[in-house]
């Protein structure tokens, strides 16, 4: 039986996404809870691993067991026996052959900035606390200029490993309620770091450190060393994954 | 000076407002951080002490200085100096005689319950987990039932050493919005317990154990042990304090 299940995740005290000896992650988290319940070792595979610090309202994985409680009870089973900062949404069985990460379309982020000058003590963990004035139009401008197909080369961590980097974007958008400000993204792939250093670089437009129009010539460098710095984990969210 | 401060707290990790020695407490590491900027060892008066565990969004507090930083970098000052669970939302010179217990007229306090089948990883620790059917209508008329000045012995902690038990409340309502329930109330005064033993009330009225007719006789009893029982302190928020 292959089971697809949907996450929401406090990325708060994890080493990310992926199994690490010796650290808290949630895929050691999930194998844990998944070993107890059903007595076996099984692979959780997510559509993607998320850093250290990031958190996830519907991150999705797929694992294979030989057999399992109906979908109710085992989800309830896994919630039970998983911490609370790690919670089970919705639990289905699927076809064999679905995998979360190779049959992903599409992921959506949303990054969140706190620009006010206090940050309540119940969000902090949400939130990059950034007090630096910012301009709301160049900004919107900048981020406008990612839309479509580029090589994200610039925007991606210096070590990464993926053979292309060319990605869609079909949300790019920055929008400010208040004193918060929220960077909304969906593609059809990211690179490692790529949302926190588009976020980054944003920032470096927003307080007038870069313009806007720059933007184009920064996608054309393919140069990691060309963009803005890698905005902190704890303000990034994996909204969704579609399939 | 006489500083009067508006401070919002995540209760989580604390051992409740009053300090302990050898526990994490919010008036602990308010002297702790007041005394590092000040260098003076002052004592901070909340207007009512909160539980372990019981969170604030705008908890007042004074304490005497001989002088001090100006009201906009005094509270910089001690927000740097503070965990990020504590925030100081507002600093203010008032006159010498203010006195944040003695002088508060009202206070509001909001219980928070999920009764939904998966609490979100970001909200756990600010929501009472109850998941049995609650019947609305015999909630709202038993929370009404409680409006105006009554004794409520009943719902005092049992160790309480208040010399009277007497308090009006002027607000004192449940409502629900999706798989959230909220207790909202407003008094001139509470007991140690009393909003949570009152919650752990209604939520036997809720599920049929109780009837809301019997809330005017367990007032007159004035008999904790006739109540129901205390609902845990995570759901517990102090919202305002009038003076």
Known sequence: MNIKITIAYDGTRFSGWQIQPGRDTVQGALLCAIQKITGQKVDVLASGRTDAGTHALAQVANFHVTSAPTPASFRRALNGALPRDVRIRRLEIVDEDFHARRDALRKSYRYQIYTGPVVSPFEYRYYYHFTYDLEMAPMIEAARALLGEHD????????????????????????????????????????????????????????????????????????????????????????????
Chains 1, 2 share one sequence.
């Open 152 to 243: 994200f080369t610039s925007f991606a961590a210096a070590a990464t490993t993926a053979k292309s980097a060319v990605r869609t974007l079909y949300r790019s958008e920055v929008r400010k309620v208040g004193y918060r400000l929220f960077y909304q993204v969906e593609g059809n792939g990211f690179l490692q770091h790529m949302v926190r250093n588009i976020v980054g670089t944003l920032l470096e437009v927003g307080t007038g450190k870069r313009k806007p129009y720059s933007m184009a010539n920064l996608l054309k460098a393919r140069d990691r060393r060309m963009a803005g710095p890698t905005a902190p984990s704890q303000g990034l969210f994996l909204v969704r994954v579609k399939y």
